[in-house]
Each structure stands twice: as structure tokens, then as C-alpha cells.
């Protein structure tokens, strides 16, 4: 995970995790319509705030009262679509999930566009990232490559974050809460330690929940009471110096 440095020790997501506890931020979501709930609920556990309006008349508004944004393409209708540019424009750092990229040709030239507009975080999974047919890091965006073994890189530095469980594949909407955790820590950090931060909570939440689920029913509220119950302890990633 990177060697300490002599001078500047590498920041733990400990640290960041109670950062974010005291600044409670607030992260307006616009996520797909089958993600809006777990992840208000996601945000809520690990002490941040949501809010989820979709229409294009007062997201600016919404956007500029919060702290960070998510742009999440996962239902891509008319409404949330227009939404996007008023939402970006409000100047808030933000993370874009190019959820389903590979579902359409549509998807993928939208997720270009967005990535020119200078997103911190693009949070997405393999499949999204060939349907964009680029490397991860390519895009100069610090890129949060979900999977079995998470991959942290901007093109220079990377971290892998090992932990989690096959449970978490189980359940809708777990990717998407992550984006939005992870424009939490946008708050208290910069891109790429937001991005480990994010991905360090999730695995050790997952984890904890799977040691005492019994399937995906029971897995998903204890995945939130191991979010609220995260201590810094449990978060022993190191993110690597610059």
C-alpha cells in the first residue's frame, strides 16, 4: 500500500473517517432510482447527510447547499439527465458512476462528455470501464475500480483495497452507495485518499456484516449497522504519499 514516508507519514482512512464524523457533510445524490434509499441510508450510517432531488428547476439549488455531489447514470430518464449540467455547475467536487456504460452507445459518449467537465472521483467496475475503452487512470480523474480487489489509482500512485466479501455482489445499489461515500470524503480529503477512504470503509462494513448475516436479507441492515459501528481501528489501509 505504499511506504511511509520519513517526513509526511501516509494518511490512514481512520483518520478521514473521523474527519468526516465531525463534519457530518451533506452529499446530494443523483443516483439511479433503485440505488436512492441504500444510499441515503449509507450516508445517514457513517454520519454524512443526503439529499436526492432529481428535478433540473432547484438541483442547483440542492447542489449548492450540500458539500460534494454524485452524478450516477444508472436511470438515465429525461428528468435526471437534465439534471446533470445544473448539478456540475454549482461547483461542488463530485464523483461520476457511469453506471451500466456498457449498456448503450449513448451511455458511454455521455460519460466522455462528463469526464471533461473534471469529475474527482469516476467510480465504476470492470465491465464499465472496457465498455469506456479506457484504462483505469487514463482520464487524469482519480478512478475507483470496484471489484473483488478494489483499485485506487490517478495514473501516478496506486493502492488495492483487499477486503470485502462476495456478499456485497448480492445486493442491488452497493457500488452506487460507495460513489456517494466517497463524494463524502471529498469533504476532508483530496481525490485519491477520498477514493481509498471510500473503498477502506466499504470492505471493512462488509466484512463485519457478513460475519453475522445469514444471506442478502440480513445482510443489508447489517451492512448499515456496520457502518454506523466503524471505529478508525478497523481501517488499517495506508494511503500512499504523493
Known amino acids: 500500500m505504499g511506504r511511509r514516508s520519513a517526513e509526511r507519514p501516509a494518511t490512514r482512512p481512520g483518520d478521514l473517517l473521523e474527519a468526516l464524523r465531525a463534519r457530518a457533510p451533506s452529499v446530494h445524490c443523483l443516483t439511479n432510482r433503485a440505488a436512492d434509499v441504500f444510499t441515503a441510508d449509507c450516508l445517514l450510517a457513517l454520519g454524512a447527510r443526503p439529499s436526492l432531488t432529481a428535478n433540473p428547476r432547484d438541483v442547483a439549488d440542492f447542489t449548492r447547499a450540500a458539500d460534494a455531489l454524485l452524478v450516477n447514470l444508472g436511470t438515465l430518464d429525461s428528468e435526471r439527465e437534465a439534471a446533470i449540467a445544473p448539478a456540475i455547475g454549482a461547483g461542488r467536487p463530485w464523483v461520476l458512476d457511469p453506471a451500466h456504460a456498457e449498456g448503450s452507445p449513448r451511455r458511454v459518449a455521455l460519460t466522455a462528455e462528463l469526464l471533461e467537465k473534471g469529475p474527482a472521483i469516476l467510480r465504476l467496475n470492470a465491465r464499465e470501464l472496457a465498455a469506456l475503452g479506457r484504462e483505469a487512470g487514463e482520464t487524469g480523474t482519480v478512478t475507483l475500480l470496484s ?46 485518499g477520498a477514493a481509498v477512504a471510500a473503498a477502506a470503509v466499504f470492505g471493512a462494513a462488509g466484512e463485519k456484516a ?33
Open 147 to 192: 471489484g473483488a480487489r478494489d483499485l485506487i489509482t490517478d495514473g501516478t500512485r496506486s493502492a488495492h483495497v483487499t477486503s470485502g466479501t462476495p456478499m456485497m455482489d448480492r445486493l442491488t445499489a452497493m457500488g452506487c452507495a460507495m460513489g456517494a461515500v466517497a463524494a463524502a470524503f471529498l469533504t476532508v480529503a483530496p481525490a485519491f
Open 210 to 242: 457478513a460475519a453475522v448475516a445469514r444471506g442478502p436479507g440480513s445482510f443489508r441492515p447489517a451492512f448499515l449497522d456496520a457502518l454506523y459501528g466503524l471505529s478508525p481501528a478497523d481501517l488499517e489501509t495506508e494511503i500512499p504519499d504523493a
